[in-house]
């Protein structure tokens, strides 16, 4: 029975309905209906933890000193460690004692960035689409979203010159993400040059989302935001340990960058979390530890999935451009279709689960997201069923 004076807050009634949690019921009444999925639409990676993280975690499970309440900063040992391979990535040389905060995910750090730093009524810059986090966090915190538009033609990078001055002079922080999810898109290291001097001159906070630095194919390697000269000046830049190293479950993630940012983000997260349990910071310093044999065998697993997906769609009459980084494709949606309509059909006829495109702003507008997160046979098996129920681009 319910109690019709009990109400979410307005912050919580202003979300639309998450698109995975949509996407879960969808699956549950599929499977219902006996239907055998293929599970496409998140991005949540196939496979094993690699054995010497999960090692790691039972010795110190072991250790009774880890099951206290965590340091609020995160362990000293893990936030070197981060530092650590900062320096050894992008050579980029970072104090462990302010510039580095572990995160109960990215996502949780994004969010919460949000609500340590807008006002009601501040005005956040965004890209259209992103990731749901980089504009459903500043909309729970009560501020104003300017969307940028991104367009195939411009290879899904922010035009900087589309954004008019007064707007940019309101702004208090712009939200970005390269390689990105969901397009898949890359920025070259000019880019990154420009978006810093222009930030600057209008005084915004950069939040870099590098989520998939490491999952970069055919030699190419991403830019990291805090390469660029002044940049930590401004900005911060957050990572997940979820795909790499496929510890989705895990929840280990961190933000490093300028240290007055950081320490808001801090303060706000004392008053609502104690951190990540201490046992798996210890085996997330074993993840960033590995010999880079385990970072080249992930990028060869999901490349030779690219490759193979990009040639089975083009068989059904798709141009699926071939990405440079990320583990998503991004696929139009055949002519007169919507992202919606698109997914649900597919989802309907073929079992085969693709998120909408919608799902990351106005602008994913005719698209679908499909992750490489199942094996080649698997994955053949899903475009032999769209091939089957005569589902093609036109």
């Not at 500043?138 to 899904?156: F, R």
């Not at 209008?202 to 030699?219: K, Q």
């Not at 997940?240 to 993630?253: E, Q």
């Not at 201490?278 to 690219?306: M, W």
């Amino acid at each position: 029975m319910s109690v019709d004076w009990i109400k979410p807050a307005d912050r919580v009634q202003a979300l639309p309905p998450y698109v995975f949690a949509r996407l879960d019921e969808l699956k549950a009444r599929a499977r219902e209906q006996g239907l055998d999925l293929i599970d496409l639409g998140m991005g949540n990676p196939d496979g094993a933890t690699p054995a010497p993280i999960v090692e790691a975690a039972i010795e110190a499970l072991r250790d009774q000193r880890n099951h206290g309440y965590p340091p609020f900063e995160g362990t000293g040992s893990f936030r070197k460690t981060i530092a650590d391979w900062y320096y050894r990535r992008y050579n980029v040389q970072l104090d462990s004692e302010g510039e580095a905060l572990p995160l109960i995910g990215s996502k949780e750090g994004l969010a919460h960035l949000a609500i340590a730093y807008i006002n009601p009524g501040d005005l956040v810059l965004v890209p259209s689409p992103s990731y749901p986090a980089h504009f459903r966090g500043p909309l729970i915190a009560g501020g104003e979203i300017h969307s940028i538009p991104l367009s195939a033609e411009n290879d899904w990078l922010i035009d900087l010159g589309t954004i008019p001055d007064d707007v940019a002079d309101r702004a208090k922080i712009l939200y970005f993400n390269y390689p990105n999810n969901p397009t898949g898109a890359t920025a070259p290291r000019e880019f990154f040059e420009e978006i810093v001097t222009w930030a600057r001159r209008h005084e915004i906070v950069l939040v870099h989302d590098l989520c998939y630095a490491e999952l970069a194919f055919d030699g190419y390697q991403p830019t990291s935001l805090l390469e660029i000269d002044g940049a930590k000046e401004i900005g911060v830049e957050f990572h997940t340990l979820s795909k790499t190293y496929n510890m989705a479950g895990w929840r280990v993630g961190f933000v490093v960058g300028n240290r007055h940012i950081i320490q808001g983000l801090r303060t706000l997260k004392t008053n609502l979390d104690y951190g990540i349990f201490s046992a798996l910071q210890k085996a997330a310093e074993t993840a960033l530890n590995l010999p880079d044999h385990y970072l080249e065998d992930v990028q060869k697993r999901y490349s030779e999935r690219r490759d193979f997906l990009i040639d089975r769609f083009a068989q059904l009459g798709w141009t699926v451009p071939k990405t440079k980084a990320t583990m998503y494709l991004w696929v139009p949606c055949p002519p007169g279709m919507g992202s919606t309509d698109f997914a649900l059909s597919v989802l309907q006829k073929t079992g085969v689960v693709l998120t909408p495109g919608n799902a990351f702003g106005e602008g994913g507008e005719g698209y679908v997201r499909l992750s490489l997160i199942a094996d080649l046979d698997r994955l053949g098996t899903a475009l032999d069923r769209l091939e089957q129920a005569g589902i093609r681009y036109a």
